[in-house]
């Protein structure tokens, strides 16, 4: 064939990815609109007033590093609205990850009802699980609610999370999350990602029964239920720990409730390669979870699909379509924060973050590896984790 035969069909290639792209943006435009209704429809409840009956309580906190503002984050844990008594029991392989944030919240309140474990031992490759493994035997209540170390709460939290764990037939009981930006530009873009992204997007498919969320940010199950499904060791080699926890629970025939309210998620990326590396592990746990539902969120990215099609094709219709769905894109923002209640965003961030979001879909697809708390992790197949040496 020759170079002048080759020319028209590899612009007939072109054409095709560039309305291919447009097709895409349109689909995406409009599901950033249903994402918006869905936002506008949340309940955003208060917890109800003091039930008659609550249980006693403990809190199991994992502890990674010693993360800024820990030590606010875990009193507040410790200052609950709530009647029963309240174990808040930490666990770190390392003493340093928790020691100082432990004494100054028993500085702010020598009567505290905290603790903190220090076991080294490893009960598989994911090192959070081994963590909760570690400190179960110290949880004095078999009423048991997970939280990460990153996560902000109310004083009426643990109330209204208990609350809906009381009701025959729920046996699980999570919460969305908002993002907390921390000092410096990529906390601020990595709180966007959540509350322009992932909040939105779970709020839809919860909404239209696409999903069945299950967060680290709460889980909250009897004692009875966690042995049922196998306790913490049944999940210490996966990725995913929090949502397959979630799966077990409703593999017994038990719902998993998600709260009307959220929690806090503080971001702590301090430069560009971690929250690439951060992006791309959410990337890669959703791919490893489901992947065909991964493969069509590509429809999630409407603005970078518009941005091809407009680079790609040149046509004023492009590039006003691109402009639309940003549009769309500050409008859900802002829908976000009227509804949730949170600061104003940098909008000026919002394509910024759009492009690294897109680029850390495109890049799952390239390998199975992750970084998570410091170590490289290779994804198998069926979602287990096998560290990496090379």
């Excluded at 984050?73 to 174990?87: E, H, I, N, S």
Aim: glycine content about 8%; some cysteine.
């Amino acid at each position: 064939m020759s170079t002048a035969a080759s020319i028209p069909d590899a612009l007939s290639i072109v054409r095709a990815f560039g309305a291919i792209c447009f097709a895409g943006a349109v689909f995406g435009g409009v599901f950033t609109l249903i994402e918006l209704a869905f936002v506008l429809r949340f309940p955003r409840a208060k917890p109800d007033a003091r039930c008659s009956a609550e249980p006693a309580v403990t809190i199991l906190k994992p502890l990674n590093d010693a993360e800024p503002g820990l030590e606010t984050r875990l009193a507040a844990f410790c200052r609950q609205d709530y009647a029963a008594p309240v174990q808040v029991l930490c666990g770190a392989q390392d003493q340093a990850a928790a020691a100082d944030a432990m004494r100054a919240v028993e500085r702010q309140a020598p009567s505290a009802p905290i603790e903190l474990v220090v076991d080294q031992r490893h009960h598989g490759v994911n090192r959070k699980v081994s963590n909760l493994i570690n400190m179960l035997p110290r949880a004095r209540y078999d009423t048991l609610v997970l939280s990460d170390s990153d996560i902000v709460v109310e004083p009426d939290y643990l109330r209204g999370v208990v609350a809906l764990l009381a009701p025959p037939g729920v046996g699980a009981v999570t919460c969305l999350y908002y993002g907390v930006a921390g000092k410096g530009l990529w906390t601020r873009l990595s709180a966007l990602a959540i509350n322009t992204q992932f909040l939105p997007q779970a709020t839809a498919a919860i909404g239209l029964k696409l999903a069945k969320p299950c967060c680290g940010a709460t889980i909250a199950l009897r004692r009875s239920m966690l042995e049922r499904i196998g306790g913490f060791a049944a999940f210490a080699g996966v990725l995913a720990d929090d949502y397959a926890i979630g799966a077990a629970v409703r593999s017994t025939g038990a719902e998993v409730v998600a709260a009307p309210f959220l929690v806090g998620h503080c971001c702590f990326e301090a430069s560009l390669r971690q929250l690439v590396l951060h992006q791309l592990r959410i990337a890669r746990t959703i791919r490893s979870i489901d992947p065909i539902g991964h493969a069509g969120s590509i429809l999630t990215h409407s603005w970078p699909l518009a941005l091809l099609e407009a680079a790609l094709s040149g046509a004023p219709a492009a590039a006003l379509l691109a402009i639309a769905i940003l549009a769309t894109r500050v409008a859900l923002c802002r829908c976000v924060e009227r509804r949730f209640g949170l600061p104003r965003q940098d909008y000026w961030l919002i394509p910024v973050q759009d492009l690294l979001a897109f680029a850390a879909y495109l890049g799952s697809f390239l390998r199975a590896t992750v970084h998570w708390q410091g170590f490289d992790y290779r994804v198998a197949p069926d979602g287990t984790l096998i560290e990496d040496n090379t």
